[in-house]
């Protein structure tokens, strides 16, 4: 065929249509911008502001809770952002708009200003909600109905977003730590604008998919609209009452539980309230038993998908904070890895064993061996959960040398990874078989939820696992603060007023006051700081009472000073207290994990049952995120 007669949307490069290039170097450079931006936010986040590399200086638990909001929103805005394109501007154009909201978001973060970081992070959830769902839709679309070459297709768009994952990390790290944290994020706006560029003059190649719909069809959509569920929900009088009693619990439980963050979460509690009442619809709409025991397994996938990603995305916030904080990362060499590259371990792997992990399974079905989707996803649970294993053994090798080996979080992403892989890819394929064709558009949009809520019990989970801070301020000079002062050359420290720690030995003494001993001198250095919270100092007291510390058996303490408003301002930071923390949460998630695979794996047989054949019409493929794949095949 002569390519220079043929129209540009029907050229082939390499035996596939010219356009997967296209939608793979888009996806490749989005994937560069929003993995770069997303390796260096916590660690932005935590940086204190009057370090050599200036950050927000939050303590660590705001950062996760921010990091869960925030990823748990670029889901839960996918699902609108798939309608949009449905509906009414088509997946091209959608993709379009979410690009240039992307360019925007990252270009906005590299502004030096404080409102700039929330509306950054604002312009980057709307965007990926337009972007993410809509353009692995359209790679589908390159292919016609049955077209062999389609799974190839996805497997190549694959590679290009892990290849621009794992570039990201690295590249983006070693910017941020040379050069500034927004000088970070404005690579990863360059990447994101070299993204457009590729997208924006390969129109030509992309003319004849992801148009806007066609409002002259009049063929019937299967699916049930959005406020047709809502009307069924509000007129069905126990579906009602329970909304009734879940809205009250969804007002009153943060207002009188939560000391902040109320209102999002109050509007957290109602979403989660609604998507409870549209479940209880759909099941009370059922008619038939298969349809009905269908839906039971399918609630219990979404319980899976929960658990798997509220363990599996402890990478970009406790995990990140473990490699910045607590991991011995200098080289023989003298060079110091970013705390970032540990990011790109994830995509890496899945490069090199996303086709080894599905020979495996596909070796497995032709043995006649348990090869089901349920049955992977139990699998992925399990070996994800197992990878924090290694992260149990760093707190202990943290607790007896004061550092962690790196080899423990790459022992870990490795698992993670390869439980990832086992889980991931047929997730939501699984549960578009089980959903009524009917329902089968509002599934998706809950599986995102789903997905949505594991990145958010991540973040609280990582939030959950810090110690309660314990702020303090600078109580005297800085001339008589010097001699502690554990940095090199304290004179320039607090001429360019940057942040500075003292490490001291801290007990109770027979009268039960705490002491503090500063390691190096011997001297005692309460005079050093008064507490900002008198409760919070009764409360280091009783928790120091728990460790039965005395003048022979001390604990470790930092006292971290940020130069803030005009003054020098801290906290206590006792470093066995967040030690054991991070032991309990890390074991805490193996235990949890195995345990619920294994228990899914128990009810195997009887949940098989109630998939009633569903199983048999799995399409399996290779993809980081399930849902890329799954996306064209439920249209």
Not at 306 to 328: D, H, M, R, S
Not at 562 to 568: F, K, L, T, V, W
Request: charged share 20%.
């Amino acid at each position: 065929m002569n390519q220079t007669l043929t129209p540009p949307h029907k050229r082939e490069l390499f035996g596939h249509p010219v356009g997967l290039y296209v939608l793979f170097f888009t996806e490749l450079w989005e994937r560069f911008s929003y993995y770069g931006m997303r390796a260096i936010l916590t660690l932005y986040m935590l940086a204190k502001v009057s370090s050599d590399n200036p950050g927000l200086g939050w303590e660590e638990g705001k950062a996760l809770a921010t990091y869960g909001w925030y990823t748990m929103l670029v889901y839960v805005v996918s699902i609108p952002g798939g309608i949009i394109a449905d509906k009414i501007w088509g997946q091209k154009k959608s993709v379009m708009i979410g690009g240039w909201l992307l360019v925007a978001g990252h270009g906005v973060l590299s502004i030096e200003q404080d409102w700039a970081f929330f509306s950054g992070l604002l312009l980057i959830v709307l965007g990926v909600g337009l972007l993410k769902p809509n353009i692995s839709t359209m790679v589908g679309g390159l292919y016609k109905e049955g077209d062999t070459r389609r799974d190839k297709g996805f497997s190549i768009f694959y590679i290009g977003i892990n290849v621009g994952a794992a570039v990201a990390a690295i590249l983006v790290g070693i910017v941020a730590q040379a050069y500034g944290w927004h000088y970070g994020f404005g690579l990863a706006a360059i990447g994101m604008v070299l993204g457009q560029v590729v997208y924006v003059f390969g129109q030509k190649f992309l003319a004849h998919v992801g148009n806007p719909p066609n409002k002259n069809d009049q063929e019937a959509e299967p699916s049930v609209s959005i406020p047709e569920i809502f009307r069924q929900m509000f007129s069905t009088k126990k579906t009602l009452a329970v909304l009734i009693i879940l809205f009250a619990a969804s007002i009153l439980l943060p207002t009188q539980a939560m000391e902040t963050e109320v209102v999002a979460y109050i509007i957290f509690f109602l979403f989660l309230s609604v998507v409870v009442g549209f479940m209880m619809t759909v099941y009370q709409d059922l008619t038939s038993k298969i349809e009905k025991d269908r839906f039971v397994v399918l609630l219990l996938s979404f319980l899976i998908v929960i658990v798997f990603w509220g363990a599996f995305e402890q990478a970009g916030g406790l995990l990140n904070i473990y490699a910045e904080q607590k991991t011995n990362r200098t080289l023989s060499s003298g060079w110091e890895i970013p705390a970032a590259f540990f990011q790109s371990l994830n995509p890496t792997y899945i490069i090199l064993f996303g086709i080894p992990v599905a020979g495996f399974w596909a070796w497995m079905k032709r043995k006649g061996k348990e090869a089901s989707s349920i049955f992977k996803m139990a699998i992925g649970v399990i070996i994800m959960g197992l990878g924090f294993v290694f992260m149990v053994f760093a707190t202990m090798e943290y607790e007896n040398n004061g550092e962690a080996a790196l080899y423990w979080l790459v022992f870990a992403y490795l698992l993670h990874t390869i439980g990832e892989l086992s889980a991931s890819p047929v997730a939501l394929s699984f549960i578009t078989k089980l959903a009524p064709l009917r329902y089968g558009a509002l599934m998706m949009g809950l599986y995102f939820a789903a997905t949505g809520l594991g990145n958010k019990v991540a973040g609280v989970v990582g939030e959950s696992s810090q110690a309660e801070r314990i702020t303090i301020e600078l109580a005297t000079e800085t001339d008589l603060a010097k001699p502690y002062v554990m940095e090199d050359n304290a004179d320039k420290i607090f001429e360019k007023k940057r942040n500075f720690t003292v490490a001291t030995q801290a007990y109770k003494d027979k009268n039960g006051e705490i002491k503090l001993i500063e390691t190096s001198t011997g001297d005692e250095v309460n005079f050093l700081f008064n507490f900002q919270d008198e409760e919070l100092k009764e409360s280091l007291k009783e928790r120091l009472a728990i460790y039965d510390v005395s003048e022979e058996n001390t604990l470790l303490t930092f006292l971290k000073f940020d130069y803030r408003e005009n003054q020098y301002v801290g906290r206590v930071d006792i470093d066995q207290f967040q030690t054991d923390l991070e032991f309990k949460t890390f074991s805490g998630i193996v235990f949890f994990t195995v345990a619920f695979g294994i228990l899914v794996i128990v009810l195997l047989k009887p949940l098989k049952r109630l998939t009633h054949g569903a199983e048999e019409k799995e399409v399996e493929g290779l993809e980081t995120e399930g849902f890329e794949l799954a996306d064209d095949e439920v249209k």
